[in-house]
């Protein structure tokens, strides 16, 4: 079965610092990885994704991540948060085929302050 | 074009009550799913229909049903409600064109359930 582990639950930062969110994922095979995020009192919306490529991929809002193979990992990046950066972060992955649901890390609560 | 569109947006339940999530998308795509979020647990997968006419478990199926009703619409069904059951209620979809690979799945705008 696939997990996903993200490092940090909550994180606080304050406004133009640099922003790097830890994910790894357990799957031996080949896996399709995201991440989403859920502004307060939102649905979730898709920031980037990997299935195949450049290991490092650049999302909306200035979000890029990188898919590091050996190290199971997709950690997420942003050079200078704003204040509107403020949300929940989800890493997710699923199988090659892509049909099957997703599975979710438990996500990270981001606040950006002014 | 409205995207996935869920019904109710808020509900409140009492125990032993039974109920139906609805869920609908008018993308065309061929997969839909039920996800349940849960304060510090992430999403987690409660049923997925991979094309119109299947259903398979996720995660954490035990107390609902689903039913694909046509390519479009995917219901969600609480028989008997219980406490455990409190939680905000998200449908996707996905397209699922060519290999699957990559296709991202595009969420509905949630249902809050509270069961008391």
């Known amino acids: 079965a696939q997990s996903v582990s993200q490092h940090n639950h909550h994180v606080i930062l304050s406004e133009a610092a640099s922003l790097e969110l830890g994910c790894n994922y357990s799957y031996g095979g080949t896996v399709n990885l995201f991440w989403y995020v859920q502004y307060p009192g939102q649905h979730l919306q898709l920031l980037l994704k990997y299935f195949s490529g450049d290991p490092l991929v650049k999302g909306i809002k200035g979000f890029e991540a990188e898919f590091i193979k050996s190290k199971f990992s997709f950690n997420l990046r942003k050079p200078s948060v704003q204040w509107s950066d403020t949300a929940e972060y989800f890493c997710a992955v699923n199988s090659g085929g892509g049909a099957d649901g997703l599975t979710f890390g438990k996500g990270t609560h981001l606040i950006i302050q002014p | 074009n409205a995207g996935v569109t869920q019904t109710p947006k808020f509900q409140v339940l009492k125990t032993g009550q039974s109920m139906t999530l609805q869920c609908a998308q008018d993308?065309?795509?061929?997969?839909m799913y039920w996800y349940r979020q849960d304060p510090g647990m992430g999403l987690r997968l409660i049923y997925y229909s991979a094309s119109e006419g299947t259903t398979d478990k996720g995660e954490v199926p035990n107390g609902y049903n689903v039913s694909r009703l046509n390519k479009r619409e995917f219901s969600l069904r609480l028989e008997s409600a219980a406490p455990s059951q409190t939680s905000v209620y998200f449908c996707?979809?996905?397209?699922?064109?060519?290999?699957?690979?990559?296709?991202?799945?595009?969420f509905g705008p949630g249902t809050r359930l509270t069961v008391l």
């Open positions: 993308m065309n795509h061929n997969s």
């Open positions: 996707a979809s996905t397209p699922l064109m060519g290999s699957g690979r990559g296709n991202e799945q595009f």
